[in-house]
């Protein structure tokens, strides 16, 4: 019912900047979250920044810093501004669509942070 686009990675050297795009597309619930994570190779998947479809933002503790997470008024899209980013940061940023009983993940995005 609910099908979920990112786009936006790529390659970056350290210090650098990016930002990440994603869409939800199909039934529309009027009440949702969305959320950006990212899994390391080797790593667990692991959350850093959702926004409710009110446009209120939370942040993992450690992501606060160089991540901002925004949405589109009113839409199922959101970005992920990622500010000086560092080798640590390489990974596949997956979007997640959550509303009532959908949860939906998308194919994730590759970042690679490399000199």
């Known amino acids: 019912q609910v099908q979920v686009v990112e786009s936006g990675g790529g390659l970056v050297q350290p210090g650098g900047s990016l930002r990440l795009s994603c869409t939800a597309s199909?039934?529309?619930?009027?009440?949702?979250?969305m959320e950006w994570h990212r899994q390391a190779p080797g790593e667990q998947r692991e959350l850093v920044a959702s926004?409710?479809?009110?446009?209120?933002?939370n942040y993992a503790p450690s992501m606060k810093d160089r991540f901002t997470i925004s949405r589109e008024a009113g839409k199922m899209t959101i970005y992920l501004q990622i500010a000086s980013l560092k080798p640590d940061d390489t990974a596949v940023y997956y979007c997640h669509y959550r509303a009532f009983e959908i949860d939906t993940w998308g194919q994730g995005t590759q970042v690679t942070v490399s000199s």
């Open positions: 199909g039934r529309e619930f009027g009440l949702d979250v």
């Open positions: 926004i409710t479809s009110g446009g209120t933002a």
